[in-house]
């Protein structure tokens, strides 16, 4: 019979730490951290805070609200450290910080306002070099507006899996355990928000050509 090596969680841990030595780094951390460190975990706040701003800022476009959401799930985080169960430190940080989005979004929901302030006007705009033609400028604005506009519309499980797996970068995996849903789920919600965008942007076709 053939030798069979039977590996164990440690060691895949162990692999894992060894393919990613920032993950190593947090794990040290958290368990700091929950031996009552603050500095510890004030130090996983440095280093994930900007990553989570950007995450949260796409599906909370206004930023002080953003800013608001990821300060509310560092808490939640530091208050739930015993609940880690080991893996990603960088998803667990981000499936909080989505659902304390999510919190937010369904506030939003029961009193609606602008969703995406800051396509009201071209300040967000970068600044375009000297030669660049302003009908570019301007196309590339209207375009901005109606797509967000039409993201905006979106229900928001669909549009926060779009924005993890589009905008992000996620896979379905890292999206699934950072919302708690299963992959079928995540696929499903992306796959039905793609064809939402598509009605919605279908009497607007002409802005997204050429």
């Avoid at 530091?78 to 940080?93: E, T």
């Amino acid at each position: 019979m053939a030798d069979e090596r039977v590996v164990t969680d440690a060691q895949k841990a162990e692999v894992g730490r060894a393919a990613d030595p920032g993950q190593g780094i947090d794990i040290a951390l958290v368990s700091q951290a929950v031996g009552g460190e603050l500095a510890a975990f004030n130090r996983l706040v440095e280093r994930h805070q900007d990553h989570l701003f950007g995450l949260v800022y796409r599906l909370v476009p206004d930023r002080d609200q953003a800013a608001d959401v990821v300060q509310e799930a560092f808490l939640s985080a530091y208050r739930n450290l015993g609940s880690f169960r080991g893996g990603s430190v960088k998803s667990w940080l981000s499936r909080i910080a989505v659902n304390a989005a999510m919190d937010l979004q369904r506030a939003r929901k029961r009193r609606p306002s602008q969703p995406y302030p800051e396509f009201e006007d071209e300040s967000w705009q970068p600044p375009a070099p000297e030669d660049f033609e302003p009908e570019h400028t301007a196309l590339a604005g209207e375009r901005s507006r109606v797509l967000a506009a039409a993201l905006a519309a979106l229900p928001f499980d669909q549009r926060n899996c779009i924005v993890l797996f589009d905008v992000d970068g996620y896979d379905y995996g890292e999206i699934a355990r950072i919302m708690g849903i299963s992959i079928g789920t995540v696929k499903s919600r992306i796959h039905r928000g793609r064809l939402a965008l598509r009605r919605a942007l279908e009497p607007v076709r002409e802005l997204f050509r050429g």
